[in-house]
């Protein structure tokens, strides 16, 4: 085991800190687009009354949060692939991490233009709802069907980007020996496999699918907050293979 400890090479700390940015931001991106929109709808929906009251005004703050959330998103995977990048040169495991985390880019940069059209559309938005939020991705097709398929391709391009993150982190975690990073990649894990059974539940019948969005926020928050703490320590050695 020790033999195959050596000290930790300049490439190894400047992966760690921008994991740990990587980490900061998904923690920002995961209260603003996934926690607090999903506490905010479900007020909306079983208590509704004042600000909490599925309106175009509702919608209109939902879609900021939805906006500063996707751009976060956008940017924390970025550093995220930039972390895998520059530990790619010492170990070429990641390569398939930082791979997928540039077509998730891609995918984020999709969804950041799509809640931008959701802040411009709030009122169209409001009264196709009809207080129902789960008809979202139906009122979007029928109102601008470009968007929502875009919507639909930057879904699917982005949850491979968290695939990516999946992967990068659990090899940093071998590497860095650190269970934080571990822990963080089975929750961003989790939290993929979470969001697929609301998101396909949206396009067919899934029975119960939309509660699997209540545990959503905790996967969205626990995940980057782990892989922040963990990152943030000094990477004085690190384990080969």
Do not use: K
Not at 124 to 148: D, E, F, I, K, T
Not at 167 to 186: K, P, Q
């Amino acid at each position: 085991m020790r033999a195959n400890v050596s000290p930790a090479r300049g490439e190894d700390q400047t992966g760690a800190r921008r994991l740990a940015l990587g980490g900061g931001l998904g923690l920002a991106a995961g209260v603003l687009a996934i926690a607090l929109p999903l506490v905010f709808l479900y007020i909306a929906t079983y208590d509704p009354g004042g600000f909490f009251a599925l309106g175009p005004t509702f919608f209109r703050y939902l879609s900021i949060l939805l906006l500063a959330g996707a751009i976060l998103s956008l940017l924390s995977l970025l550093l995220y692939r930039r972390s895998f990048a520059v530990l790619r040169a010492v170990d070429p495991r990641f390569r398939v991490a930082s791979a997928l985390c540039l077509v998730g880019s891609i995918g984020f940069l999709l969804l950041v233009v799509l809640a931008a059209y959701v802040l411009g559309s709030t009122e169209s938005l409001a009264s196709c709802l009809q207080g129902a939020p789960s008809h979202a991705l139906s009122c979007m097709r029928s109102n601008q069907p470009v968007g929502a398929y875009s919507g639909l391709v930057g879904f699917w391009l982005g949850w491979l980007g968290g695939l990516g993150i999946v992967l990068g982190l659990f090899f940093a975690s071998r590497r860095f020996v650190l269970g934080t990073l571990s822990g963080g990649a089975v929750l961003y894990l989790l939290l993929l496999l979470v969001l697929v059974g609301p998101f396909l539940g949206a396009l067919v019948t899934l029975p119960g699918a939309q509660f699997l969005l209540l545990v959503a926020p905790f996967f969205a928050v626990t995940a980057p907050a782990l892989v922040l703490a963990g990152a943030r320590r000094p990477i004085v050695a690190v384990r080969a293979g």
